[in-house]
């Protein structure tokens, strides 16, 4: 029987190159940018065929536990394990601690797929026998990465230059790795041939990984597993140890490994791949119309070619422009050239360091929890207006504020309202006023979504006044 590869999905990255849709609290990963899924959701896809794939480890970050929960189980996917990293330590320490927990769960010959979250990827058929020819490498102990055939001198990618084949397989040695080049550069490599964009996706035996790794990168393996044995569970969470973890140079899986290893091969990929790292990149990756444009819902486009038009809030109408990027999210809009979209980042640096626009960096008036979300509507003096919605069959903690009450009202489902010692239910068009230092608890016992508008009043109103007295979600 051939051996199944253990997928390892790197979901922890907080980019903001997509602003104002992609912040530090929701990232690429975890949006809908085209289509009905987000890109963790098409990752999942394309690693869910049983006769391929085992289950896959997650490795993520505290704050993102829950969505990776959330949307895994939108799609029925289960998950072998969600690692959750104490602290940011690039992904050598990641894929170190990923390797150990496959060789506990899937035995130490287990062949592991190292795969980005935040990729654009038709999984054609070039696609997966691009994959098995390189799981067939990786099982003869070669430490396997995918090259793609680049299609312009791109600036913003790293190469790989290709030795000559290796006999009795469809992998070729690697020559050398070459960091994000400038153009003149790209445009030489390009017309010399036999360099490829470095994908970042790898295919790696376990036991060839954790033995390179204690040869070129001690201290990341030994950082890794002390953190790894004195892991803790968390309902369906293993928490990596922070001091140990935090001891792991910081530097990536090509720096740490497959720059110094011999035993690192290049599979030739044609499939059509994007890191989705710009706007100009998704712009490329799209469906456009017969003016070049890609228009998402709830626009309104004429007299524009070749240009990005998306929204996640209000309705956009664009006149007359070509060749740009207009982004609207519940409380910001971007607007530039789709040629210096790379140069968004900047942008948001810029945003960041003013104290009025910071926020917009970081949050979007939309925020997800494990029970469903909410969404900041209005801020007065005193008092602010939320939109909450819970998911069906959830629940919030059983809680109290020092600082606020809080009137709901139901615009759709069903609520259990607990408060005090009293349980009762709300229906459409109902409310429930909460006391300041009440203790209460919100439900959904319905089948469909719970929305509810609520209106907080007090001296205080910060999400840090919440003292949690019952929690499923292991958060008191």
Do not use: C
Not at 368 to 382: E, L
């Amino acid at each position: 029987m051939t051996q199944k590869i253990v997928p390892v999905i790197m979901a922890g990255g907080k980019g903001t190159r997509l602003w104002p849709l992609s912040r530090a609290t929701a990232p690429k990963q975890f949006i809908q940018f085209v289509g009905d899924k987000t890109l963790f959701q098409e990752t999942l896809v394309r690693i869910s065929d049983p006769a391929l794939y085992e289950a896959p480890i997650v490795v993520t970050n505290e704050e993102f536990r829950f969505l990776v929960a959330e949307q895994a189980r939108e799609l029925n996917i289960p998950l072998a394990a969600v690692l959750l990293e104490p602290v940011a330590r690039n992904t050598a320490a990641a894929v170190a601690a990923a390797a150990s927990l496959a060789a506990e769960q899937f035995g130490k010959e287990a062949i592991i797929q190292m795969l980005a979250s935040d990729h654009e990827i038709l999984a054609d058929d070039a696609y997966f026998d691009a994959i098995r020819t390189g799981r067939d490498a990786a099982a003869k102990g070669k430490l396997v990465t995918f090259g793609i055939t680049p299609t312009e001198p791109a600036t913003g990618y790293g190469y790989i230059e290709v030795g000559k084949q290796i006999s009795g397989g469809g992998a070729h040695e690697v020559k050398r790795f070459i960091e994000k080049p400038a153009r003149e550069k790209a445009e030489e490599m390009l017309a010399r041939g036999g360099f490829y964009w470095n994908s970042g996706i790898f295919m790696f035996p376990v036991s060839e990984l954790l033995s390179e790794m204690q040869d070129y990168s001690p201290d990341v393996l030994t950082a890794v597993d002390k953190a790894l044995s004195k892991a803790t569970r968390d309902l369906d969470f293993t928490r990596l140890d922070a001091e140990h973890f935090a001891k792991s140079p910081d530097i990536s899986i090509d720096y740490a490994i497959m720059e110094k290893t011999s035993k690192a091969a290049i599979v030739l990929s044609a499939f059509k791949w994007s890191d989705m790292g710009s706007w100009d990149a998704i712009w490329k990756t799209g469906v456009r119309d017969e003016n070049g444009n890609i228009a998402a819902a709830n626009t309104t486009v004429i007299n524009t070619i070749n240009s990005l038009v998306m929204t996640h809030g209000v309705h956009l109408a664009v006149q007359g422009m070509e060749n740009v990027a207009v982004i609207a999210s519940e409380d910001a809009v971007y607007v530039g050239p789709l040629k210096e979209s790379q140069e968004v980042g900047t942008l948001v640096e810029l945003l960041a360091r003013q104290k009025k626009t910071s926020k917009l960096t970081e949050t979007h008036p939309t925020s997800y929890r494990p029970w469903g979300g909410y969404t900041s509507i209005f801020n007065g003096d005193r008092f602010q207006v939320k939109r909450i919605f819970v998911t069906p069959g959830k629940k919030l903690s059983l809680q109290q504020h020092h600082h606020r009450s809080e009137h709901w009202i139901v615009v759709k489902g069903t609520a259990e309202v607990t408060i005090g010692n009293n349980v009762k239910m709300l229906r459409e068009n109902e409310s429930v006023y909460i006391p300041l230092g009440e203790v209460h608890r919100l439900a959904n016992p319905g089948k469909i979504l719970l929305e509810l508008i609520e209106v907080q009043t007090g001296s205080y109103l910060g999400e840090d006044d919440i003292i949690r007295i019952v929690d499923e979600f292991g958060r008191t």
